[in-house]
């Protein structure tokens, strides 16, 4: 889950019943207390993750870096060993176009609606972002979550969608969720939300609109 914090869930001490399918989890699972975060964004972490590198080994943590053919993944290793494979995530740094599909027999990018009809090459360039930022920020009328990712509810539809695919097979399904992430939004939506694009930077009277 990106950028979600461990005090958040009730499990590393938030309150009580803050995060009850986080609590289910980890009460049928080991817990680790000391579990830190290689890089503090996504592509270098998840690269981490994949290969039990740091990033100063894997190489994948600046913004053109790919992950290298020549580190095996986790999904690389258990498909070596029969099991059926499959990823669905929602953040386009960690699609094929940066090659973190390697090894998965599945691998379903959750394309949001990029503004212009954009494509993931496009979306890497910078006129693109640049042309988003200036949309977000003096053309469009409220904040749709659909143009930044899809939401728990729909990634979670489509990962029991693989489940009752592949549920009977040995599997290792990877699955990324980008609800915590900029921009937020409010839970039920209303059209609103809160993204750097449109306040660079946050200031801190609009703490409230962070959490």
């Known amino acids: 889950v990106d950028t979600l914090r461990a005090d958040a869930l009730s499990s590393y001490g938030a309150a ?13 699972s080991i817990v680790f207390e000391q579990a830190f975060a290689s890089s503090p964004w996504t592509r270098p972490s998840f690269a981490s993750l994949l290969t039990s590198t740091v990033p100063m080994t894997h190489q994948t943590f600046r913004k053109a870096d790919q992950l290298p053919d020549a580190l095996e993944t986790l999904a690389e290793r258990l498909q070596a060993y029969g099991y059926t494979t499959g990823a669905i995530v929602n953040n386009i740094n960690i699609t094929s176009s940066f090659n973190f599909h390697q090894g998965f027999d599945t691998f379903e990018f959750l394309r949001p609606a ?38 728990a509810e729909r990634t979670t539809d489509e ?3 693989w489940l009752t695919l592949h549920g009977q097979d040995r599997g290792f399904l990877m699955v990324q969720y980008m609800d915590p992430h900029d921009p937020y939004f409010p839970h039920p939506y209303d ?10 930077p946050p200031q801190t009277r609009d703490a409230g609109a962070l959490t």
């Open 114 to 151: 990029y503004l212009f009809r954009a494509s993931q090459a496009s979306f890497r360039l910078t006129v693109y972002q640049q042309l988003r930022r200036f949309w977000e920020s003096w053309i469009a009328s409220g904040t749709q979550v659909e143009r930044y990712y899809w939401d």
């Open 159 to 161: 990962s029991i969608d």
């Open 191 to 200: 059209g609103t939300g809160y993204a750097r694009a449109e306040h660079p």
């Open 16 to 28: 009580p019943g803050t995060s009850p399918a986080f609590d289910h989890l980890a009460a049928r």
